[in-house]
């Protein structure tokens, strides 16, 4: 995934003269959860994920 990841957002982040792939990998990994993660099927096979993290609460 963290590869997907930086594949994906390499365009967009060298146009914005910020891509560093090794940067790119360990942001994703410091924040990934896999309990937050699902994987997307169709027909049996994998086509995807999504990742929804809870937002914190608001004690105010």
Same mark, same amino acid.
Request: charged fraction near 35%; aromatic fraction near 4%.
């Given at each position: 995934?963290?590869?997907?990841r930086?594949?994906?957002?390499?365009? &967009?982040? %060298? #146009?914005?003269? /910020?891509? &560093?792939? %090794? #940067?790119?990998? /360990?942001r994703?990994?410091?924040?990934?959860?896999?309990?937050?993660?699902?994987?997307?099927?169709?027909?049996?096979?994998?086509?995807?994920?999504?990742?929804?993290?809870?937002?914190?609460?608001?004690?105010?």
């Amino acid at each position: 995934m963290a590869e997907l990841r930086a594949v994906v957002m390499q365009p &967009d982040l %060298e #146009r914005l003269g /910020r891509y &560093d792939p %090794e #940067r790119v990998r /360990r942001r994703f990994l410091d924040s990934f959860t896999p309990a937050h993660t699902r994987v997307i099927q169709h027909a049996g096979i994998d086509v995807g994920l999504v990742a929804v993290r809870p937002e914190a609460e608001d004690d105010g």
